[in-house]
């Protein structure tokens, strides 16, 4: 049975910082896409970020434009885990943040996803 659990969310001020984790149990995802998505209240769940398989030990990555050059997305395949580095976060930051697992980062940004987790609560006090 595929998990995702992710860990690492919480409150923090505006301009703060935050690193999301999420552990994959069950396979192996070495040779699928990984990333995370976000729902904030009364909104859709929307893409954030996503890291392709590593191949040449360089995996491509997508961000969503309101998150490019604020947050980081990077993967250990060894320990079958991605990360989220999110700096500078603002208010509008504010959701539960679901890690997700797709066949590549294209059909990611498209909403298909084969795994998702339970997702993690980030608030960002103004």
């Known amino acids: 049975q595929v998990q995702l659990i992710e860990s690492g969310g919480g409150l923090v001020q505006a301009g703060g910082s935050l690193r999301l984790s999420c552990a994959a149990s069950?396979?192996?995802?070495?040779?699928?896409?990984m990333g995370w998505f976000r729902q904030a209240p009364g909104k859709e769940r929307e893409f954030v970020a996503a890291?392709?398989?590593?191949?040449?030990?360089?995996?491509?990555?997508e961000y969503s434009d309101s998150v490019k050059g604020r947050f980081t997305i990077a993967r250990d395949n060894a320990k079958n885990t991605v990360y989220l580095q999110m700096n500078s976060l603002n208010a509008e930051d504010t959701a539960v943040y679901y890690c997700?697992?797709?066949?590549?980062?294209?059909?990611?940004?498209?909403?298909?996803?084969?795994?998702w987790g339970q997702g993690t609560q980030v608030t960002v006090s103004s």
């Open positions: 997700a697992v797709g066949v590549d980062v294209g059909n990611m940004r498209r909403n298909a996803v084969d795994y």
């Open positions: 890291i392709d398989k590593v191949r040449w030990n360089v995996g491509y990555k």
């Open positions: 069950g396979r192996t995802f070495s040779s699928a896409a």
